[in-house]
Each structure stands twice: as structure tokens, then as C-alpha cells.
């Protein structure tokens, strides 16, 4: 094998890039290694290139391998890996909006990028992902306008301690008060992803500047490794525009696309329709001129005009000011009674529905990955789209990475105002469903998901809501945006997804179709994202401004104690006997047992309750000198046993019934009478009751004369 490696010190670790033969036929790769965390990037561009095909094929895939852990992972049927995990997919939606912007968008060969976890220590693979990504392409033959850089960094809630590129297990623990995913080249920010809890944005602004620094390093480190193995980059062919093509849109079209554009409608479906007069009127020319071609032309002037309309001419497409957030409208319930809680929240066109749905913790999801084994997760959020949400026909059910990405997106913003399990320990699912889209429905999924968590009565902290902001660049000319729909999503430079509290940031992400974000629009950016997230607090506020006293009669009902870590075994009895008596006995839906001795019982009409009063008798810690009523059960010459609860059992001795010597218990005690009694000691586990010590008269009332008894 032939190789060649280079290292260099990333946050106190050694980085190593090696390359080698071991792939020989894709036209660049690299196998970094990072601690104990080993990943293979490889890079492709097909020969042939697809002149009709109607954009950019890029493709990047994220293969998480279970040898990679060590272990034999998978199910008891199969052993294999299937299909990509969440987490996978994430990493994979990470690394393409990443490289993405820095391809030329003229290119019509497919490009694929694979990442390959080939072992996986306690560092995350994909930060990893990104700077394998970035060196595999910029030491290939493929046009592409990088290296670029990409670093994590975190602060540690307790200690407050900055790190930088914490490992999965800090991540997964919940140790971080802060994460950062960033992004970037040249002192620019191209995408970010943010997880926090109530993060200020000037705090936000910091660690962004900070990450350009650590982008900087990163970069050097790969140019000098280009400078020496580099290959000479593959010449693009710049498309020619049809001069015909160009006289017909002036001539035809240029007027009618900018007065379609700001005639203050919204969505983009009249620019459609006059997308499709543009082809049909191109396909009667004598020169012959691919669809493909037009169409790209078409969206092109759609970007000119755009941006025109924006930094020189002051409008947006909908007349809205820039700063200006669309009609709100939002719901909490009135669905239906089955439903735990729902949600509805409507940011102009964009229409979201959320529908709540409380289970106990057994209903919480498994989760195996190769970062995670035998976790789990109690709160959920899943994301829909279906194609009538934006007019048009097509595959129903399942779901792809769009969604995946969105629902994630939306959990992250959440997920710190979720209750803690021991404060709330339901196992919480929410389903956001986009039933009409115009822009940035992922942060409307935050906002109908916060109306349906308080109309379920889910005791949130305090609530959050989500907007998207934009920008129009043009050289050093720049036009924010708030609140951006329809063409501004799809031809502006920026989106800017931002979810937080009234007192700071939950989530952001970010992507861009320009090389990078210089740090002062995002600052700025940022700021009007907290304005306008400010203004629909509000208005969800006079929706609904608290939790539901109460959760919905048709969710289950939980009842959580404690028992001792040794009375586990107890509670559950040899080949779970006992446990499946009470729930048997009870009519639970589950008991739960945690290693803690924390257990849960998930039921309803009561079952709960007569479960819980079984395990605490069942577990119930005797002290001596405690009181105790208790039913008598059965006769002895030398006494009366008596049953304390369902489980225990303790023997009155004859001569703990009357301060005087007894010969026989005729006519004081008999079978199912109820007394009361003290515990008057514990031997070997073995309970002795009094009679007494707590009422010294009980033979006398009963009408025993001591001196006939001692005879």
C-alpha cells in the first residue's frame, strides 16, 4: 500500500489525514483519523455529463458501519446494516449543505460523496465528515471552490468549561449548556448548526467568530496538503445562452417576470405558470434548445430579478416590509377529544398542524446506533410533508431526509423546555403535519408544537417560537429579510432558521447557496430573527398562556415511587411472577422498574393507583414502634397471626395482647377481626405485633377479669 500522511493539532488531538491507494479508482479520497475515530471519504464525478437534467446532482451519503463499534450490532434477524440511521442521515444533510454552495451549479456530471465510519471512539465523526469531505474533494480532479472548515463547539453546564469538539457521549448526556456546529471559509459562516438553551445572540456571535479562527487553521492545513498532492482541476464548459433565447425573454418576458414577481401575491405558483409560457413560447424556435437549458435561464432571471427588486428597488415579492412577519393565526385543541393535545399555527401560507400524544415510559424509543447502544428517548418529534402542502401530486407516506432534517431541527429547538422525567414522566410524541407551505415550515412546526404541548397540559418552561430570516447579496450590497417565503426561500442567499425563548436561543440552522456569510450580516440577521420571534410569542401568548391545568382524560395516567435497589428483584418475583400478579391483579398498562429503584405505572381508570398501593405494601420498610391496623387471619395456643398488607404477615404472642398473663385467647380475638397494633420488634425478618403497648384496656373492653384468666 502506498500512502502519505499529514497531521495536524486540533483542539489538543492530533488530526491525521492519510492517503492512499486502498480506493484507487475514485478521484479522490482520505481516511482521517481523529482520537480513536476513523472515517474514509471518498469523492466521485461521473464521465458523462447530463446536459437536460434540471440541476446540480450532488449526492452525499453517510454509511455508519456496525463493525465500526466493535460489537455485533443489528437485530436478532438480521446482523446487517439497513437503512441509514436518523443520525446518519443528519450527518450526511450536515456535510451537504456544507460543500454544496462551493460547486459550480453549471455542472451536470453526478457527483457523489461518501463518508465511511470505519471505527468510532468517543469523538463524533461528523465534524470529521465535513473536513474529510473537504480535503477529499479539494486533492481530486473535481471542480470545486474549497477547502473549507467545520468545528463544534460546546460549553459544559456545570463547570461552564468551553470545548471544543466535544465527544458524542458529553453530547448525548445532556452536559452541554451549549453546542455549535459551524461552518465556514475565509472569515465566513456557510452553516451552522446550534443547539442551546436560551443562548444570548451576542454569546451566539462569539463563538461563531471563534470558530472562523479554528476554520482558518483548517484550511492551511489542507491547502499545504494540495499544494503538494493535489491534482489539476477538471475545466468546466461555461454554458452558452442561446442568443435567441436571451432576445426572446427581453423582448417577451423581462417586464411580465417583474411585474409576476411584485404583483404582492404570495407563493410562487404564478411565477410558474409564466415559467411555463417562457418554455413552451422557447420550444417554437427554429433553433433547437433543450429544455434544461431554459428552464436554468428562466431560474436565473428569477434570481436577478429577486435580488434587483430587494437591494436597489426596495420591495419584496409580497410587498411586506423587510422587517415585517406575515398574518399570524394559531389554536391550541379543538381537534378532537382522542387527541392528548393539538397545535395549529399559521405564518401566511404556511399552515402547520400538531397533534400530542402522551404514553408511559415503556413507550419511550429504543435507540441503537453505533454512538448509542440499549438508550432511549422519551421525547419526540416528527415531521410531515405531504405534496398537496405546496399544490402538487405525489408520493404519500414514508418519509425522506427533507423530513428527517426538519423534525430533528424542530426536537432541537424544543427539547429544552421539555419537563424533566421526574417532574413529568410521560414519554412525549409530537407530529407536525405541514398542510399548506410557503416558507420555512420547520420553524412552524416549533410554533403549533408549543400550542399543542400546552393544550395537552405538558408543564413546558415557558414556550418557544421559530422564524427564518434572510438575505440578498449582491458584492458588498445586502438586503435582510424577516420572515422570507416563496422565492425569497428558494432564490435568496441565506436561510436562517432560528428557534428560541424570550430569553434567547434554542436552535438554529443554517444554509446558503453563496460561499459564506460574512459575521456582521449575521449579526444582524440575528437580531431581527429575535424581533420578530418576540411578536409571535406574543400572539401564541393570547392564544393560550399556560399549560392546561389538567392532561386530557384519554392519555394515560402515571404514578411514579421509589423502592430500594435490593427490593428490584422483589418487586419482580422469579420469571416475573409477582410483577405480573399485580399488573394482572390491578389492570395496569406497564410497570416500569428502573435501576434507581425509580418505578413507574402507566394505567388508567384508577389501575394505577391499586398498583401502586400493591408494591408500596409489598415494599413497605417495618420499623419498630411503627402503628399498625391489621386483620387477624388465624388462631395459635400461643397467639394470633395477623396480615399487615397484601405481603406481610406479623404473629401477636399472647402475651403481647393484655398487660396481664393470658392462658388461652377464647373470646378476644377471632378470625377477620381488624385491630390495631404496634410493631414491637423485627427479628430475621420476622415481624412481632403488640396489642398493649397501644391499648393497654383492649382484654379488659373485651370483658376478660385478669385474675379469671391467670388462674
Not at 477 to 489: R, V
Not at 661 to 690: F, H, M, P, Q
Request: hydrophobic fraction near 40%; charge should be negative; include cysteine.
Amino acid at each position: 500500500m502506498q500512502k502519505q500522511s499529514f497531521e495536524m493539532d486540533l483542539a489538543g488531538k492530533i488530526l491525521v489525514a492519510e492517503f492512499n491507494d486502498l480506493t484507487g479508482q475514485a478521484n479522490g479520497s482520505v481516511m482521517l483519523h481523529y482520537g480513536e475515530t476513523v472515517i474514509l471519504v471518498t469523492a466521485v464525478m461521473s464521465e458523462n455529463e447530463q446536459p437536460n437534467m434540471p440541476y446540480f446532482p450532488l449526492s452525499v451519503e453517510f454509511e455508519e458501519k456496525f463493525y465500526a463499534a466493535g460489537a455485533i450490532l443489528g437485530s436478532r434477524f438480521m446482523r446487517r446494516e439497513g437503512k441509514p440511521s436518523d443520525e446518519a442521515v443528519l450527518s450526511a444533510r450536515i456535510i451537504d449543505r456544507t460543500i454544496r454552495p462551493l460547486f459550480n451549479h453549471d455542472i451536470r456530471n453526478e457527483i457523489q460523496v461518501v463518508v465511511t465510519v470505519l471505527a468510532i471512539g468517543g469523538d463524533d465523526p461528523d465534524v470529521l465528515g465535513v473536513i474529510g469531505a473537504s480535503l477529499a474533494l479539494s486533492v481530486s480532479n473535481i471542480p470545486w471552490d474549497g477547502p473549507i472548515g467545520a468545528i463544534r463547539i460546546a460549553r459544559n453546564r456545570e463547570s461552564e468549561k468551553i470545548t471544543i469538539n466535544p465527544t458524542y457521549i458529553e453530547r448525548a448526556n445532556n452536559q452541554l449548556d451549549f453546542e455549535i456546529l459551524a461552518c465556514g471559509k475565509e472569515g465566513t459562516i456557510n452553516m451552522i448548526e446550534t443547539a442551546a438553551s436560551d443562548m444570548e445572540e451576542a454569546d451566539v456571535m462569539a463563538v461563531l467568530e471563534a470558530a472562523t479562527v479554528l476554520h482558518g487553521q483548517l484550511e492551511e492545513f489542507q491547502k499545504q496538503i494540495v499544494a503538494k498532492i493535489g491534482k489539476k482541476k477538471l475545466s468546466i464548459t461555461k454554458r452558452e445562452i442561446p442568443e435567441a433565447m436571451a432576445s426572446l425573454f427581453t423582448t417577451l418576458f423581462a417586464d411580465k417576470l417583474r411585474d409576476t414577481m411584485f404583483s404582492n401575491l404570495t407563493g410562487k405558483h404564478h411565477l410558474h405558470i409564466l415559467k411555463q409560457e417562457f418554455l413552451k413560447t422557447v420550444a417554437l424556435l427554429e433553433e433547437s434548445i433543450s429544455s434544461g437549458t431554459a428552464n436554468d435561464y428562466f431560474e436565473d432571471r428569477i434570481n436577478d430579478t429577486i435580488h434587483h427588486g430587494a437591494i436597489v428597488e426596495n420591495i419584496r415579492p409580497d410587498g411586506r416590509g423587510f422587517d415585517e412577519v406575515r398574518p399570524l393565526y394559531g389554536q391550541a385543541g379543538g381537534i378532537s377529544p382522542v387527541l392528548h393535545g393539538a397545535g395549529i399555527f399559521y405564518r401566511g401560507d404556511t399552515h402547520i398542524f400538531t397533534a400530542l400524544t402522551l404514553g408511559g415510559p415503556e413507550s419511550a424509543q429504543i435507540i441503537d446506533t453505533i454512538e448509542d447502544r440499549d438508550g432511549s428517548k422519551r421525547f419526540m418529534h416528527h415531521y410531515n410533508f405531504p405534496p398537496f402542502s405546496v399544490g402538487e401530486t405525489g408520493r404519500v407516506g414514508g418519509f425522506n431526509r427533507r423530513m428527517i432534517g426538519h423534525g430533528a431541527l424542530a426536537e432541537k429547538a424544543l427539547a429544552p423546555v421539555i419537563p424533566t422525567k421526574e417532574k413529568f414522566p410521560y414519554t412525549i410524541r409530537l407530529v407536525s403535519e405541514t398542510m399548506s407551505s410557503n416558507g420555512s415550515s420547520s420553524m412552524g412546526s416549533v410554533c403549533a408544537s408549543i400550542l399543542a404541548l400546552m393544550d395537552g397540559g405538558v408543564p413546558i418552561t415557558k414556550p418557544v417560537a421559530g422564524i427564518a430570516s434572510g438575505v440578498m447579496i449582491d458584492g458588498d450590497d445586502y438586503k435582510l429579510l424577516t420572515d422570507i417565503q416563496g422565492p425569497e426561500d428558494e432564490h435568496g442567499d441565506m436561510d436562517l432558521k432560528v428557534a428560541g425563548t424570550k430569553d434567547g436561543i434554542t436552535a438554529i440552522q443554517m444554509d446558503v447557496k453563496v460561499g459564506g456569510i460574512p459575521l456582521h450580516i449575521l449579526e444582524g440577521a440575528l437580531e431581527k430573527a429575535r424581533l420578530a420571534r418576540l411578536q409571535i410569542l406574543e400572539m401564541m401568548k393570547d392564544v393560550i398562556s399556560e399549560p392546561r391545568l389538567n392532561i386530557s382524560s384519554r392519555a394515560p395516567e402515571i404514578i411514579s415511587l421509589t423502592i430500594l435497589p435490593e427490593q428490584i428483584g422483589l418487586v419482580i418475583g422469579g420469571g416475573g411472577k409477582t410483577i405480573n400478579k399485580i399488573k394482572d391483579e390491578s389492570g395496569v398498562e406497564e410497570i416500569t422498574i428502573e435501576e434507581d429503584g425509580t418505578v413507574f405505572i402507566t394505567g388508567k381508570n384508577g389501575s394505577a393507583e391499586i398498583a401502586a398501593e400493591k408494591i408500596k405494601s409489598l415494599t413497605k420498610v417495618y420499623k419498630v414502634g411503627d402503628l399498625a391496623t391489621v386483620t387477624i387471619t388465624r388462631l395459635a395456643t400461643f397467639g394470633a397471626f395477623a396480615k399487615l398488607d397484601d405481603f406481610n404477615e406479623g404473629l401477636i404472642h399472647i402475651s403481647e395482647i393484655a398487660p396481664f398473663r393470658l392462658e388461652k385467647l377464647d373470646g378476644l380475638l377471632a378470625e377477620g377481626d381488624v385491630v390495631k397494633t404496634v410493631i414491637s420488634k423485627i427479628e430475621d425478618g420476622k415481624i412481632g405485633l403488640s396489642i398493649k403497648q397501644i391499648d393497654p384496656d383492649f382484654a379488659k373492653n373485651k370483658g376478660v377479669n385478669p385474675t379469671e384468666r391467670t388462674k
